[in-house]
Each structure stands twice: as C-alpha cells, then as structure tokens.
C-alpha cells in the first residue's frame, strides 16, 4: 500500500496522478481541516474530481461537491472503491489555501 498527501489549494490540487503502465485502486481519501482551533472562522469546503487521461476537470468528474469541513474536522472517503489508470488523476480545491490537507491510499493492482 502507498500514501500520497498534500495541502489542498485554492487551485487545482492533484494529490494523485496514475503513472505510464500502472493502474491504482484508491482504499482510502481523507481531507482534514488541521486548524488548531475550533473557531467556526476556520471553517471551510472543498471538491473533489476523478478525471480520466486526456481530459479536463469538468461538472461530468466531479465526484464531491462542497465538503464541509469546520474547523478540526476530518472528512473520509473510503466506502466507494475507485479503479484509476494510467494517465487518470484525482485533484482536490478549496476556497482557501491554508487550512485542509489530503492524504490518499492506494494499491497497486
């Protein structure tokens, strides 16, 4: 099993890109509002998109619309089990750029 993590940006965020030859499948996503507090200022949201090779981010690959995410919250995506292939991405954005990360599991299969 891998991990990939990265802070999600107020741009596009890839936290996962499928390289030549490889096809994953995703275990696990998890979006964490790492604020150190819980001041409800600290809130935020983000969306998520699974986008097949060779295309852009579109409404059709949107997978998650406006997470909420208050502050020290933790969000999980890990009931649905995603096939990605070589060229296929996950990428991640929010409104803000300095309060979510986002941590992915795979396998290569």
Same mark, same amino acid.
Request: a negative charge.
């Given at each position: 099993? *891998? /991990?990939a &993590? +990265? !802070? /999600?940006l107020a741009t596009d965020t890839t936290i996962l890109l499928v390289p030549a030859e490889k096809k994953y499948a995703i275990t696990t996503i998890v979006v964490c509002n790492y604020s150190t507090t819980s001041d *409800? &200022?600290?809130a935020s949201s983000f969306d998520m998109h699974v986008i097949p090779s060779g295309e852009s981010k579109t409404n059709a690959n949107k997978v998650l +619309?406006? /997470?909420a995410m208050p502050a020290q919250e933790t969000f999980s995506f890990n009931t649905e089990r995603l096939i !990605? @292939? @070589?060229?296929d991405s996950v990428v991640l954005n929010s409104p803000d750029s300095n309060r979510l990360s986002a941590t992915i599991s795979y396998l290569e299969v």
């Open positions: 099993m *891998a /991990i &993590s +990265n !802070l /999600i *409800a &200022s600290f +619309n406006t /997470i !990605l @292939e @070589e060229g």
